[in-house]
């Protein structure tokens, strides 16, 4: 399940975006490996539980004067295996 703060996406600008997990107990993934903070660029993808996104950052003149950071949801994938629990 996706915790109630799970995630989120600073950006401070379309250089510096930021994925930070928020100690959610089924993780955020980029690149199937669990992160606790990484940045992320233009066509990365990362996982949060079921769900795939795939990161898209437009030029600041696509818009209206606004600098323009999207992040899309894509096909949704399989959550990451998790460790056996011992009995």
Same mark, same amino acid.
């Given at each position: 399940?996706?915790?109630?703060?799970?995630?989120?996406?600073?950006?401070?600008?379309?250089?510096?975006?930021?994925?930070?997990?928020? !100690?959610?107990?089924? !993780?955020? $993934?980029?690149? !199937?490996?669990?992160?606790?903070? /990484? /940045?992320?660029?233009?066509?990365?993808? @990362?996982?949060?539980? !079921?769900?795939? $996104?795939?990161?898209? @950052?437009? &030029?600041? =003149?696509? @818009?209206? =004067?606004?600098?323009? /950071?999207?992040?899309?949801?894509? /096909?949704?994938?399989?959550?990451?295996?998790? &460790?056996?629990?011992?009995?």
């Amino acid at each position: 399940d996706v915790a109630e703060l799970h995630c989120v996406i600073n950006a401070e600008s379309a250089s510096s975006v930021m994925l930070l997990d928020l !100690g959610s107990p089924n !993780g955020t $993934f980029r690149d !199937g490996e669990r992160v606790h903070s /990484t /940045t992320l660029h233009h066509g990365d993808v @990362f996982q949060v539980v !079921g769900l795939t $996104f795939r990161t898209h @950052f437009a &030029p600041a =003149d696509a @818009f209206d =004067d606004e600098e323009a /950071t999207a992040v899309a949801p894509v /096909t949704p994938a399989p959550a990451p295996a998790r &460790p056996a629990q011992k009995p």
